[in-house]
């Protein structure tokens, strides 16, 4: 994605300023702007409102986070020091609980710098452990971008789900790294983006990036998907994952009936997610999803969607068990049914 303004990435560390510089997608499409999270409390607040969002992207927030708590902090006693960067990093875990590189990223930067040997290494540690975890987002995804081109024929129709892009990542993206990489390779690739109520992450943000890089993007309600299948439109369905237990795929509400509509009409469904994502100790059922606001639902603005006496459920991720995957594409390659032996490729890598 070619990237406006300051950074080139979506979300980066500026080391002059010791904090974290992001893109806000909540105001895309409409306003493209550079923010900067200088505190912990700004940080949570911008992963709370989604102004940082994606798996891999929070994965970096979490690491980044902990550097930020480090370099910040006045302290120099190193139990009050270390005690106050656990605090942070509880804070931040809090935020969103269902996409696991939250966590992931979080607890590389703490073991990072709970093995260094004074508050000043510690801080050393913490943002060269933040720095890596960015750098090889990168790598990762042009990884997964790899392996999954090949799975798409020279000549296509992708269906894809919320936005599992350059914005969700660092760069490049991990479905959509896929839709890239084959783009790169010469095929021609069209995407169909479900617009992914109630926040839009697939009109917002998915159509946004993939016309910004001049690839075929066409918007439809998420309602159209089973239909388009059935019209013969689609060629394959290729989502992101916030999180894969070994029984289920967590991602952006709505996944689920996508999976299921795709099989019903024989298309592959599948997941691009780095090894980072996988939490193969869980099964679908010890699994938090987030559920968010009402407002998310009734509101658009001023305007009532909803009356008051409607309760909402507003769930933001569910789950697709695994039977309905037909592969999933990671950075050490694609891992095909039965999971319970490929997943073996992945047991030692996160
Ligand atoms: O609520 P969001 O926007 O953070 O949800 C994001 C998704 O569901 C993505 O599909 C997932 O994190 C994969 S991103 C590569």
Known sequence: MKMKGETPYTIAWDAENNCIVYIDQTLLPGRYE?????????????IRRLAIRGAPALGIAGAMGVALAA????????VRFRRDLHRAAEILRSTRPTAVNLGWGIDRVLGA?????????AKEAAVREAGAVAGED?????RIGAFGAELLPERCTVLTHCNAGALAC????????????AVEAGKDVRVIACETRPLNQGSRLTCWELAQDGIDVTLITDSAAAYLMRKGVIDAV?????????????????TYMHAISARHHGIPFYVAAPVSTFDPARSEVDVVVEERDRGELARCGDRMLAPDGASVLNYAFDATPLDLVDAIVTDVGVLRPPYAESFRLIEGKR
């Open 113 to 121: 710098a709970d093995a260094a040997g004074s508050v000043e290494a």
């Open 138 to 142: 990168e790598v990762t995804c042009r």
């Open 34 to 46: 550079v923010a900067r999270c200088r505190t912990v409390d700004e940080l949570a607040g911008a």
């Open 238 to 254: 290729i989502v992101g994952a916030d999180r894969i237990t070994r029984d289920a795929v967590f991602n952006k509400i709505g």
């Open 170 to 181: 660092r760069c490049w993206g991990t479905a959509l790294g896929v839709v890239r990489s």
């Open 71 to 78: 370099v910040r902090s006045g302290e120099r006693d190193p």
